[in-house]
C-alpha cells in the first residue's frame, strides 16, 4: 500500500495556463510539505501546512492542507515557465518521516 | 562553501567496484540523509543519521554504508557496486532531525554502474 499518492503524474501546459496538482493519502499527518525539484537539482522546501484546513500562499501559488490532514492541494495560478519541476509533497509524523510521493512533473511550455 | 556539496557530480563506476560518495555541509545541522532518486520511484532513504556517531537505515539500505563522525560529513559506501545502484543520489540535512524540519539538498551524484 502507497502512503502518498500525488497526482497527475505529469502535466504539461501552456503559460498562463491554471493548474492544481494533489497529494492524498488514507493516513492523517501531522504537517506536510511541499518541495519543487528543478531539473539538475536537489528539492527545495516551498511551504509547510500544519493545521487542518489551512491555506498559505507564495506569491501564484497556494498551499492547502485538508480539513481531515489527510490530503493537500497545490494550486499555481498564470503559470510560467520557471514554475517547470518535480512537486513533491513528504508527510510529518514520527511514523512518516523522510517520505516523498513520487512527484508531479510539470512543463509549463511558453 | 554555502549549504550542502556533492562530490563527484557524476561518476562511471565498474560493476563490483567500491565507491564512497561525499556529502558535507556547513550549516551546523544535526541530521543528515541520503536519498536514491529513480525514474518511476521517487526519492528514497537509504541511511540517515540523527546526530553525529549515530546512524540508521531507511527503506533501501541493502548494499550501502555510512558513518557520522562529525557533525560536517556523511559519506556514502558502496561496498560493491551493482548495476542496480545506477541511479542520482541526493544527500541532504536538516536542523534537528525532528518530523517537519526543513530539509536542505545537495546537488546530486549521477551514479551509473556498469
Known amino acids: 500500500t502507497q502512503l502518498l499518492e500525488q497526482s497527475p503524474q505529469f502535466l504539461s501546459i501552456q503559460e498562463g495556463e491554471n493548474l492544481t496538482v494533489y497529494c492524498n493519502s488514507s493516513?492523517?499527518?501531522?504537517?506536510l510539505q511541499w518541495y519543487r525539484q528543478e531539473p539538475g537539482e536537489g528539492p527545495v522546501l516551498l511551504v509547510t501546512v500544519v493545521t487542518g484546513g489551512e491555506v498559505k500562499k507564495l506569491k501564484r501559488l497556494t498551499f492547502q492542507f485538508g480539513d481531515a490532514r489527510k490530503d493537500s492541494s497545490l494550486h499555481i495560478t498564470a503559470a510560467q515557465p520557471g514554475d517547470t519541476g518535480l512537486y513533491l509533497c513528504?508527510?510529518?509524523?514520527?511514523?512518516?518521516?523522510?517520505?516523498f510521493g513520487k512527484g508531479t512533473l510539470l512543463t509549463v511550455n511558453p | 562553501i554555502a549549504g550542502i556539496t556533492q562530490a563527484p557530480t557524476s561518476q562511471i563506476l565498474a560493476a563490483g567496484r567500491r565507491m564512497t560518495l561525499r556529502c558535507t555541509q556547513d550549516m551546523r545541522h544535526n541530521a543528515m540523509y541520503w536519498y536514491r532518486q529513480d525514474l518511476g520511484l521517487g526519492l528514497r532513504l537509504i541511511h540517515y543519521s540523527n546526530t553525529a556517531g549515530t546512524t540508521g537505515k531507511g527503506e533501501v539500505p541493502d548494499g550501502y554504508s555510512v558513518s557520522r563522525a562529525n557533525t560536517d560529513d556523511f559519506p556514502l559506501t558502496l561496498a560493491s557496486a551493482v548495476p542496480s545502484q545506477t541511479s542520482v543520489y541526493f544527500c541532504?540535512?536538516?536542523?534537528?532531525?525532528?518530523?517537519?524540519?526543513?530539509?536542505?539538498f545537495g546537488p546530486g551524484t549521477r551514479l551509473t554502474v556498469l
Open positions: 513528504s508527510p510529518g509524523g514520527s511514523n512518516y518521516k523522510l517520505t
Open positions: 541532504a540535512s536538516s536542523f534537528s532531525g525532528a518530523s517537519g524540519d526543513e530539509q536542505f
Open positions: 493516513s492523517v499527518f501531522s504537517s
